[in-house]
């Protein structure tokens, strides 16, 4: 049977799940029994344990042949988004700089104790999602046959880039330099920039003009990312890029070399730089001038040469590490449900459905400011701290294990089916499906951001567009169908 996951790899990642759960349950066992003499070298053990798992999975995934399909489904990024930040952040803890603990820790104290009740989500969540995934691969297969659909390429790639860069570069960018947030549609549309990277490269392979522009967009995305200071659009760009290659390349070494540069350049460079940029102006959210790079550039360049020279100074600040670690976050929710002071994030679920000019009272789905206000005790105006404990932890907080199990039941169909759709489609060539996968992929990409906002606000959002953008699309294509205009290759 035709499966998202063929079965021999599927047989694969059910043993290679059996031998995770058999090593928990070893570091289980004796940590109970003091073998395992503190709760340290069990929380170590079991973070080094989900990053093993995860790059084995990763491994036997790659020899499945609809790994060129996979990249572009949220299942990919829900696995590598879970290693980085399950297993490698949480490990700064125990072999990061004293600084940067002590930094993380001024945040909110975090015990080893408290850590080991959130490594118990981590490992409910891999394993529960994962294994609800497998059973759903084995009975919701592909269809036997496939029907090939005969796509536009050129009128869609027209369509795509004139949305996705109005989106981005008139409202969005302006937006952010004025310090302002721009709609949230907006970045939802913003996206369909993706879509056209994928068809230039794709139209590309027979039409040299259009791998040439495939470059071309993908240098202006990497460059403007500078202008807003995100580091997700400068690697969303690239890693998109990348896959896209591989799509029609499979080259495996090509990836590899671009994840490992990239890696290099994110820890020696791209955090440090950023963090130096966002703080170089006046309340400016983004590059106004040269002098503010120039300054940042030299700035970075001291601090990682202070890190050279004199060891624990501020120079080591391990930020890059910082940022993949949001246990810091997690602490206070895990905490202040098992002193009885549950969350209440997940009420507001009834407000997706309703637009905000029609109940201008509508509460905020997404949270951030005020959760990291709730923790610290204090607010910034100038730069306030968005980020949440993640959605199984913000489960935990609203509702303890019931809401945890909940939770990831609802998000591992969403992830299977989501996943199923977009694969189905690409291997048809229908790839008017890339509208949906460019925002899909967040699904598996989004798990460290806050449920309502993200798995009921976006979710819901990513649908209407998807069939307002598809219903536009059809509509152009017809008109263009019936004035007999020719824009296939």
Request: a positive charge; aromatic letters at 20%; charged letters at 10%.
């Amino acid at each position: 049977m035709n499966r998202i996951i063929q079965q021999q790899t599927s047989t694969l990642l059910l043993g290679l799940l059996s031998i995770f759960l058999f090593s928990i349950f070893i570091l289980l066992f004796f940590f109970y029994f003091s073998l395992i003499p503190n709760y340290q070298f069990f929380n170590i053990g079991t973070f080094i344990s989900i990053i093993i798992y995860n790059i084995f999975y990763g491994i036997v995934m790659f020899n499945d042949k609809n790994i060129p399909y996979i990249l572009f489904s949220p299942l990919f990024w829900y696995k590598f988004i879970s290693t980085l930040f399950f297993g490698i952040g949480p490990l700064v803890y125990y072999f990061g700089s004293t600084i940067t603990i002590a930094y993380m820790q001024r945040y909110f104290f975090m015990t080893d104790e408290l850590l080991s009740k959130i490594v118990l989500i981590y490992i409910t969540t891999i394993c529960l999602t994962d294994f609800i995934f497998l059973i759903l691969n084995h009975f919701s297969p592909l269809p036997n046959q496939l029907s090939v659909k005969l796509i536009n390429k050129k009128l869609l790639l027209f369509y795509t880039l004139t949305i996705g860069l109005f989106f981005k570069y008139a409202i969005i960018f302006p937006s952010v330099q004025l310090g302002i947030n721009a709609p949230g549609i907006s970045h939802v549309f913003s996206t369909f920039i993706y879509v056209g990277i994928f068809l230039l490269y794709s139209i590309g392979q027979t039409n040299n003009l259009y791998k040439i522009l495939f470059y071309i967009l993908v240098g202006i995305e990497m460059g403007s990312s500078f202008l807003v200071l995100s580091k997700e659009y400068l690697y969303m760009s690239i890693m998109f890029a990348s896959f896209v290659i591989f799509f029609y390349n499979k080259n495996l070494k090509n990836i590899v070399i671009t994840g490992l540069v990239s890696a290099f350049l994110y820890i020696a460079v791209i955090q440090n730089l950023f963090l130096v940029l966002r703080s170089a102006g006046e309340g400016n959210f983004g590059i106004t001038s040269g002098r503010e790079v120039s300054i940042a550039l030299d700035t970075a360049k001291t601090m990682r040469n202070a890190t050279m020279m004199e060891g624990d100074s501020l120079g080591s600040f391990q930020s890059w590490w910082d940022r993949l670690s949001y246990v810091k976050y997690q602490g206070y929710a895990v905490e202040a449900y098992d002193m009885g002071y549950p969350g209440e994030t997940f009420k507001n679920f009834k407000y997706i459905f309703i637009p905000r000019f029609i109940y201008p009272e509508k509460p905020n789905l997404n949270p951030g400011a005020a959760y990291n206000s709730l923790v610290q005790g204090s607010f910034s105006e100038r730069a306030p701290n968005s980020t949440g404990p993640g959605i199984f932890v913000e489960a935990y907080w609203n509702g303890g294990w019931l809401y945890v199990i909940l939770t990831i039941i609802y998000f591992s169909f969403l992830l299977f089916y989501a996943s199923k759709i977009i694969i189905k489609n690409l291997k048809e060539k229908n790839y008017t499906i890339l509208i949906l996968s460019v925002n899909a992929i967040y699904i598996g990409r989004s798990i460290d951001s806050w449920f309502v906002g993200t798995y009921g606000g976006f979710i819901f959002n990513m649908m209407i567009v998807y069939v307002f953008s598809l219903f536009m699309y059809k509509v152009l294509e017809s008109i263009l169908d019936t004035t007999r205009i020719e824009l296939n290759e």
